[in-house]
C-alpha cells in the first residue's frame, strides 16, 4: 500500500516539475518586452507592457495566451496607433496563431523570423 501512495506521489511530481520546465522555458513575456521596443507607442497604449515582477504578460493589452501552456498564441493590437516596425523577435513566439495589425502605422518588410512562427494561420 505505501509503495503504491509513493508512486502515485512520484507521478504527481513527475507531471508537476515537466509543466513546472514547459512555464519556465517559456520566455514570451521577454519577447513582447522586445518586440514592443520595436514600435514607437506614441500614445502609451502599450503601458501595462512591463518587466515588472508583477506583471503578467498574458493578461497585456493585446496579448492571447494558451490557458495551460501559457503560451502568447494571438496578439490583437489592431487601431492602437503604433509607429515602427515588427521586429524579427516576433519568430520566438512558436505558439502564436494570430497577429492582427491592422490599423497602424507600421513601415519596413516583415522579418523573415515570423516564419518561426509555424503555427501561425492569420496575419
Do not use: H, Q
Not at 34 to 40: D, Q, T, V
Request: with cysteine; glycine share 8%; aromatic share 10%.
Amino acid at each position: 500500500m505505501a509503495s503504491l501512495r509513493m508512486m502515485g506521489v512520484l507521478s504527481f511530481l513527475l507531471v508537476f516539475s515537466s509543466f513546472f520546465v514547459l512555464f519556465i522555458n517559456s520566455d514570451d513575456g521577454g519577447t513582447l518586452l522586445e518586440i514592443k521596443k520595436s514600435f514607437r507607442d506614441v500614445n502609451n497604449v502599450l503601458y501595462d507592457w512591463t518587466a515588472s515582477p508583477s506583471s503578467d504578460y498574458c493578461s497585456w493589452r493585446g496579448v492571447s495566451c494558451d490557458n495551460v501552456t501559457f503560451n502568447v498564441v494571438a496578439l490583437y493590437l489592431s487601431g492602437l496607433n503604433l509607429d515602427g516596425e515588427l521586429s524579427p523577435s516576433i519568430g520566438e513566439l512558436k505558439g502564436l496563431l494570430s497577429i492582427d495589425l491592422r490599423a497602424n502605422r507600421l513601415s519596413g518588410r516583415i522579418p523573415d523570423e515570423i516564419g518561426d512562427c509555424s503555427a501561425l494561420t492569420n496575419l
